[in-house]
Every structure is written in structure tokens, then in C-alpha cells.
């Protein structure tokens, strides 16, 4: 019987998974999905960092769970499927507070069903607030602040306070410690229609100058400023696991043997994972949580 998993991703520090591939004045954007134009972080290289980090901790079971390395791909697959970071909430800048986390209907809706699809039946959505949102409209949850009036990057927007208690409560599972972030949350939390999310997603990400220089000349190597796109410390994502029994000749390691070998890559006193390029500048640190998981108490 397969088994599943989720995971909260917070990033700590800035995220760049990129594509390789220019995009208008974008040297080095970051990965996207195709249909929404939201960040995410394909699958593959999610696992290809929990690959790596089990490899780092030289574990003995790197083989059964994720499979042999290409010169001998043929002789079994792994047995742990990694889906693509998720966008959940967006950090945007506003002239209220430091920054507020930004998502929209559409983004919430997907993520309950991907809950549901794991079995996570307690999941919320807001399609009961969808109908008072509009590209000048946003929802904020009540007690959480005494503004009406609320600027995300150049836009303003009237807020509407109410109650979203079960929906904050929800999301704060994606977060490292469950009860300082939903308090965060009731604060920072805001709700735009899913047109707005669009533009702020596409528009509202970091881009970064860079330059190489001579090191003896002291100045700018000819062609080397380039462009690069990130996700902002504080992005949250989420991403799903699902184990199946080993593939390995020989093997009889259950689903939940290896989701649960999977799991233990982010033990309590260290659950960190990198994901992205530029690691050796610090980037792409993320902590991780599990929201839920067929192995109880993981």
C-alpha cells in the first residue's frame, strides 16, 4: 500500500531554481509552471537535493529509496515519488508592514486538492470569499490588523476582515512552529483575486544585477552582467511524497519503511534542505516540516 506524505517548505534564504533558458530581460529567470506562470521547483530537482542530501549523510538506503545513479538506472527504479514545490504563500512588499504573505483562491483550491489526494481531508480553501475579491479587493483575516486600506507593491486594495480563522489555521501547518505562525499570519496574511495573484507572481520576485570582474584590472569583464530572477526568503511551498515498497531484487522494505527513511533526512534538531543553484552563496536554504504523513508522530 502506497504511503504519502507532506511537506511544508519555508524558505530562509533567497531561491533561485532556474531553467538555463533566457527570458526577456531575465538572464537566469526561475522555474515556472507553464500553465499559471507561478514560481515552483520541478520535482526533479526536489529530489535531486533530498538525493543529495542523503547521499551527504552517506546513508545506506539512498539506493532502495531513490534509486541506483545513471550508470546502472536499469537495474530497478526508486521507490519514492517527489512532486514539484508548490507555491503556497508569496511574500510581496507593502507599504503597511514589512511584507505581507500573498496568495488568491485558485493557488488554495489546488493545494486542498492535493491535500485530499494524500488523504489530508481537514484541508480549507477560501471559495467562500471568492465572490467579494476584485483586482482593488483583498481579504485579510479579522483581528489581525485595523487597516482598510493596504498597498502591495504599486497596487491598493480595500480589505475585508473575516473570519478566516479555520483557513489560518490550515496554512500555519505549512510553517515551522504551527502556533508564532499563524499569529504571524493573522497579520500578514492577504488574499487577492486570483488575476492579481497572476501579476504579483510574474511581477513581484526579485531580479538581481550581477558582474564578474577582472581581477587585476579591476573592472567590469566585457559581457558578464547578467540578470537573475529568485524567490524571496519567506516564500512557502509545499511538495508531496509518496512511497511505494522497495523495487530493489531481493528486497522486501515496505512503503512506509521508505517514506519513513525519506522522512528522517529532516530530523527535529536539523530539518533543513537545499534546494536550487548558487549553494555555495548561501542560497536555497528552506526549512522543512511535515503537515502530515501516513507514518503518525513522523
Known amino acids: 500500500m502506497m504511503q504519502h506524505a507532506l511537506l511544508g517548505l519555508t524558505a530562509e534564504t533567497s531561491l533561485h531554481a532556474g531553467t538555463g533558458r533566457r527570458t526577456g530581460v531575465i538572464d537566469l529567470p526561475i522555474m515556472r509552471e507553464a500553465h499559471t506562470h507561478w514560481p515552483c521547483v520541478y520535482g526533479s530537482a526536489v529530489k535531486g537535493a533530498l538525493r543529495s542530501q542523503a547521499q551527504r549523510l552517506g546513508h545506506a538506503w539512498l539506493t532502495e529509496v531513490f534509486g541506483p545513479d545513471t550508470n546502472n538506472a536499469s537495474d530497478h527504479a526508486g521507490a519514492l515519488t517527489v512532486g514539484d514545490a508548490r507555491l503556497l504563500l508569496l511574500p510581496v512588499r507593502s507599504l503597511n508592514s514589512h511584507f505581507k504573505w500573498v496568495t488568491c483562491p485558485a493557488l488554495l483550491r489546488r493545494a486542498k486538492a492535493d491535500a485530499l489526494r494524500l488523504g489530508i481531508t481537514d484541508a480549507q480553501d477560501a471559495e467562500d470569499i471568492k465572490r467579494v475579491l476584485s483586482d482593488d479587493t ?37 510553517g515551522t512552529d504551527e502556533a508564532a505562525f499563524a499569529e504571524q499570519l493573522k497579520a500578514q496574511l492577504m488574499i487577492v483575486s486570483d488575476d492579481m495573484f497572476n501579476h504579483l507572481a510574474s511581477f513581484a520576485t526579485p531580479v538581481t544585477p550581477h558582474i564578474a570582474i577582472h581581477n587585476d584590472r579591476k573592472v567590469v569583464k566585457d559581457g558578464a552582467l547578467w ?58 536554504w528552506c526549512r522543512v516540516r511535515t503537515v502530515d504523513s501516513s507514518i503518525k508522530g513522523a
Open 138 to 174: 483583498a481579504v485579510a483575516p479579522h483581528g489581525g490588523g485595523s487597516e482598510t486600506q493596504v498597498f502591495l507593491e504599486e497596487f491598493s486594495f480595500s480589505v475585508q476582515r473575516p473570519n478566516l480563522s479555520a483557513l489560518v489555521a490550515w496554512l500555519a501547518r505549512f
Open 227 to 284: 540578470y537573475e530572477e529568485t524567490l524571496p526568503p519567506d516564500t512557502v511551498l509545499y511538495v508531496a511524497l509518496a512511497a511505494n515498497r522497495s523495487r530493489a531484487k531481493d528486497s522486501a522494505q515496505s512503503a512506509a519503511w521508505v517514506l519513513e527513511q525519506a522522512l528522517s533526512l529532516f530530523p527535529q534538531e536539523r530539518p533543513y534542505v537545499q534546494l536550487g543553484g548558487n549553494e555555495t552563496v548561501g542560497m536555497g
